[in-house]
């Protein structure tokens, strides 16, 4: 069973910057260099919506309100995922999740339909 476990969340004021990381281990059939990785998260109240994707060929994809402030990397000789964050903004407060997945079914990148495994996520708070 495939685990992702974030870190990196914290409590900051609007302009500051972030990493967030997320290790995954647990890998059956397929090896990490081989998921599609992203970063979703969710504000109170509010559906959990997809910030940014790393496929396993490199290609990104963001959010269009990220874009240009987020920097998704991953590193799979650590099998680690990053996602630096810039200018952070209030209204990018949320829990972060990275989730991952294998066969390419259920949606674009960015759509929570098509990952198969999450992590607890790790908790964004940007004060004003």
């Known amino acids: 069973q495939v685990q992702l476990v974030e870190s990196g969340g914290d409590s900051v004021q609007a302009g500051g910057s972030l990493t967030l990381s997320c290790v995954a281990s647990?890998?059956?059939?397929?090896?990490?260099?081989?998921?599609?990785m992203a970063w979703f998260r969710q504000a109170p109240g509010k559906a959990r919506e997809g910030v940014a994707a790393?496929?396993?060929?490199?290609?990104?994809s963001y959010a269009d309100s990220v874009k240009g402030r987020f920097n998704i990397s991953r590193d799979n000789s650590k099998n680690t995922l990053y996602l630096e964050i810039h200018n952070l903004k209030p209204e990018d407060t949320g829990m972060y999740y990275c989730?991952?997945?294998?066969w390419g079914t259920g949606g674009t990148v960015l759509e929570r339909a098509r990952y198969n495994f999450w992590g607890q996520g790790t908790q964004v708070t940007v004060s004003p």
């Open positions: 790393i496929e396993s060929v490199g290609r990104t």
């Open positions: 989730a991952a997945d294998a």
């Open positions: 647990g890998f059956m059939h397929h090896t990490y260099n081989t998921y599609c």
